[in-house]
């Protein structure tokens, strides 16, 4: 079992910036695949961020290519996502989650084992 706790996010106005971090226990991080996702009321969870074990890959929707940076630091089991220039249509609960598969569909909400409770990020216009 890997737990996930999400923390960071909060209430910002449009154009500003906010960094949620994702800390995780239980195995070893470095084996996991790590991604952003996030869900909007009414909408589905939707793929933000991903990126590789070693922290070398990384890929993003195009809704946030350019403004929102993944990294992660396997020696604190710990994943982040930097949002910059943010948009009230950036408004969502942010999710972290782990995978242990090898697929490479990791835009995917089904290629994740792990979830977080989610953090919520709120962008006033």
């Known amino acids: 079992q890997v737990q996930l706790v999400e923390s960071g996010g909060g209430l910002v106005q449009a154009g500003g910036s906010l960094r949620v971090s994702c800390a995780a226990s239980?195995?070893?991080?470095?084996?996991?695949?790590m991604g952003w996702f996030r869900q909007a009321p009414g909408k589905e969870r939707a793929f933000v961020a991903t990126?590789?074990?070693?922290?070398?890959?990384?890929d993003y929707a195009d809704s946030v290519k350019g403004r929102f940076t993944i990294s992660r630091d396997n020696a604190k089991s710990t994943v982040y996502l930097q949002m910059n220039s943010l948009k009230p249509e950036d408004t969502a609960v942010y999710y972290c989650a782990a995978s242990g598969g090898y697929n490479g569909r990791y835009f995917s909400v089904r290629e994740y084992d792990y979830w977080g409770q989610g953090t919520q990020v709120t962008v006033s216009s």
């Open positions: 239980g195995r070893t991080f470095s084996n996991y695949q």
């Open positions: 990126i590789s074990r070693g922290g070398g890959s990384t």
